[in-house]
């Protein structure tokens, strides 16, 4: 029986999240040195495959930004191939803007200081998060457990 409960586009919008090939269209512009192209709001994490230790790369929106840190989420939750290899490895390099494979730190926050930043980046993008939340929630099957994922300088 479908979903009529959760509106369209954001059953849509979990469909996009859960397709690789689509996922991973900005992937080259960002290793060609284009991804100022996309602007501030997206980063590419290379990070290193638990298993196999090759290198992996994922572009996400960028949740928050200060001035040593940045933060995204998983929008596919625990699941997400990328952030299970940033918590198996802890290695990650960064490219957005100009800056191109920059090493980072990787903190995943704890859930008090995730929910914070969610409810920081919900405040400051209200419509942008009532949609990726119902998609979120609509692709893990009911309430999304979101991490979010600070970078930082290399310790």
Do not use: C
Not at 118 to 134: C, G, I, M, T, V
């Amino acid at each position: 029986m479908p979903d009529t409960t959760t509106p369209l586009a954001d059953r849509l919008m979990a469909k996009a999240l859960e397709t690789p090939w689509l996922m991973r269209l900005p992937i080259p512009m960002y290793r060609a040195g284009l991804g100022w192209m996309l602007g501030s709001r997206f980063v590419m994490i290379e990070h290193l495959g638990r298993t196999s230790g090759e290198r992996r790369f994922a572009v996400v929106e960028v949740m928050g930004r200060g001035p040593n840190f940045i933060r995204v989420a998983s929008g596919l939750g625990t699941k997400s191939q990328w952030y299970r290899n940033l918590r198996a490895n802890g290695v990650a390099y960064l490219s957005t803007g100009h800056a191109r494979r920059a090493r980072a730190s990787v903190r995943i926050l704890p859930t008090d200081e995730a929910a914070q930043a969610l409810e920081h980046y919900a405040a400051e993008y209200p419509d942008a998060w009532r949609h990726l939340k119902s998609a979120m929630d609509y692709a893990a099957g009911g309430d999304a457990v979101i991490p979010v994922i600070e970078f930082g300088p290399p310790a």
